[in-house]
């Protein structure tokens, strides 16, 4: 137990470190682009391909990819339920903000840090569902309900030109074919995957925002309740009525407790620029939310 919160309070140092850093001017907006591409083109990919190596095929795990893209479905519905009665701006907040889990730049590290390779890949078969709408397909849904046009080619070329979800495709194909890549390899590539945490947790840092106007508070409020409100409902389900090992179903139980989509703020930003402060604050606050409980989750499974 005392790991698990050293390993936690080791999170929170860095990401205070990062937005220190932007606060203080040592790191600008251009350096968070640049270990943003740094993590999504190598640190995070290294990192999938370190987990996936000792694992060893179970078609029954395919349905985490089913759960991962059956949750954001279900949100997805529901924030436009919320915001099928609201004006553009705050319909397409809704339907952005509402699904979307941030796992490769939050939850895989902890993930990662905490329960091991088998961790990993349980991690990376959910996201893989949940990609398919936190990278186009909430804004391609909130743009068809506002009148706007996205079309599924835009959606799927976006998939495919993200480094982590082509490589989540091309390791499910090759353990189901049988193939592993050389010891060698693997070492090499771990070296890499090991710095994903802290350049995660840094660029978590930088990308914080605490200011917004007190009107807006409700929005923020609604999608936190929702998430949690939903995430616990998920866990529950999840935990204690799948036929899947514990330690798939712990993953499961912390993995729906991740933060909204960092991508959120960027979609929401392209119907309202005054919207996606909200989202920003909403992103924030929801990365401070899942620290607390996935600790709390991690810890209690260690007792």
């Not at 519905?77 to 490769?104: F, H, Q, T, V, W």
């Not at 840090?113 to 949940?130: E, K, Y």
Request: hydrophobic fraction near 55%; aromatic fraction near 10%; charge should be positive.
């Amino acid at each position: 137990m005392v790991d698990v919160l050293i390993k936690a309070f080791s999170f929170i140092l860095v990401i205070i470190i990062g937005y220190q850093l932007k606060r203080r001017g040592v790191l600008q907006p251009e350096s968070g682009t640049a270990l943003s591409k740094l993590m999504m083109n190598f640190t995070l990919p290294a990192a999938v391909v370190t987990g996936f190596a000792s694992f060893q095929v179970d078609h029954s795990l395919l349905i985490l990819v089913a759960f991962g893209l059956g949750c954001n479905l279900l949100l997805l519905g529901i924030g436009y339920m919320i915001g099928r009665r609201r004006p553009e701006g705050l319909k397409a907040y809704y339907m952005i903000n509402s699904p979307g889990y941030n796992i490769g730049c939050f939850t895989l590290p902890y993930v990662q840090s905490f329960l091991g390779p088998v961790g990993i890949v349980a991690t990376c078969l959910f996201d893989a569902g949940n990609s398919v709408i936190c990278t186009g397909g909430s804004f391609a849904a909130a743009s068809a309900a506002t009148g706007r046009s996205s079309g599924w080619l835009n959606i799927i070329k976006r998939l495919f030109s993200s480094v982590p979800f082509d490589v989540y495709v091309f390791l499910m194909i090759a353990a189901l074919m049988g193939w592993h890549l050389p010891p060698q390899v693997i070492l090499v590539v771990s070296t890499l995957g090991n710095a994903n945490p802290f350049v995660a947790m840094l660029i978590i840092g930088m990308l914080l925002e605490i200011n917004i106007e007190r009107s807006q508070l409700k929005h923020v409020l609604t999608i936190l309740l929702l998430r949690y409100g939903s995430a616990a409902a998920f866990a529950c389900l999840f935990y204690f009525f799948t036929p899947l090992p514990l330690e798939i179903r712990q993953v499961l139980a912390v993995v729906v407790f991740a933060p909204l989509s960092s991508l959120s703020p960027i979609f929401t930003s392209r119907f309202s620029g005054n919207l996606s402060v909200v989202a920003s604050f909403a992103n924030s606050a929801s990365i401070m939310i899942s620290i607390v409980i996935m600790t709390v989750l991690l810890t209690s499974m260690q007792l």
